[in-house]
């Protein structure tokens, strides 16, 4: 199967490719950039930058240039919402990508794009307005437990464009949409997955509990070497 894997940030992906064993080239891919096996037995790896913009444009990029692969998958690392049993350098695998904040903002309460009645994406088989859902993500989460008797989570992610360092904000997006974590990319990198028939998941590990800013505790290496060690279990089989 050919498989691309798609980081923010050139720290997650050089963690990749040195698991990997080395023997990667760098190429640009317009504002991005992609690591590629020099003898063509390692996923590539693509750096897009961080948010949503960076995200859609530069796997968009990618497609157009190389191909569409038969699979994408996102990983990195994300912030966790408290009360779902998942503790910092847990890992969780996506089951539905959300756009957390695309909607409307009113006195009495947030109106989802669903709710206003615009979808962000129409192909021939679906109406996709802030939710991407990843059926497989549960087999996923199953297989990575049973390869490697890690914590590994599944459930909802959202996609941010404002992280929740409040508590007020992690209190009302766990009302409104019961996630299990957050990120800056994944529902861009789903959306657009979607948008040119491509299969998407989603790995990433905890680095954080969302709801606070304090960076105290915060284990950003640990969670993304869990994050590359459930991706390289993955693409294993």
């Known amino acids: 199967m050919n498989?691309?894997?798609?980081?923010?940030?050139?720290?997650e992906a050089e963690l990749l490719v040195q698991g990997f064993g080395g023997g990667?080239?760098?190429?640009?891919v317009g504002t991005g950039v992609v690591f590629r096996s020099e003898n063509g037995g390692r996923a590539p790896v693509l750096v897009t930058g961080?948010?949503?913009?960076?995200?859609?444009?530069?796997?968009?990029?990618?497609?157009l240039n190389h191909g569409r692969p038969d699979e994408v998958i996102n990983t990195g690392i994300a912030g966790a919402y408290p009360g779902n049993g998942i503790i910092i350098s847990h890992v969780a695998?996506?089951?539905?990508?959300?756009?957390?904040?695309?909607g409307v903002q009113t006195t009495d309460a947030f109106l989802t794009m669903e709710d206003i009645g615009f979808p962000l994406l129409i192909t021939d088989d679906a109406h996709f307005y802030h939710r991407f859902p990843v059926p497989h993500g549960k087999s996923v989460q199953e297989m990575l437990v049973k390869k490697t008797k890690l914590s590994v989570y599944e459930g909802r992610f959202l996609t941010v464009s404002t992280c929740a360092a409040t508590r007020e904000i992690e209190t009302e997006r766990t009302a409104r949409f019961q996630p299990i974590c957050e990120s800056m990319e994944g529902a861009a990198v789903a959306h657009t997955c979607a948008a040119f028939g491509v299969k998407f998941t989603e790995i990433r590990g905890?680095?954080?509990?969302?709801?606070?800013?304090?960076?105290?505790?915060?284990?950003?290496?640990?969670?993304?070497?869990?994050?590359?060690?459930?991706?390289?279990a993955y693409l294993e089989g």
């Open 206 to 232: 905890i680095s954080n509990f969302v709801g606070s800013y304090e960076k105290e505790g915060w284990q950003i290496e640990n969670a993304m070497q869990f994050a590359a060690g459930c991706t390289y």
């Open 24 to 28: 990667f080239k760098k190429e640009r």
């Open 50 to 63: 961080v948010g949503k913009t960076n995200s859609a444009l530069v796997l968009t990029q990618y497609f």
């Open 3 to 11: 498989r691309l894997l798609v980081c923010a940030t050139p720290l």
């Open 93 to 102: 695998v996506a089951t539905e990508e959300i756009y957390a904040d695309e």
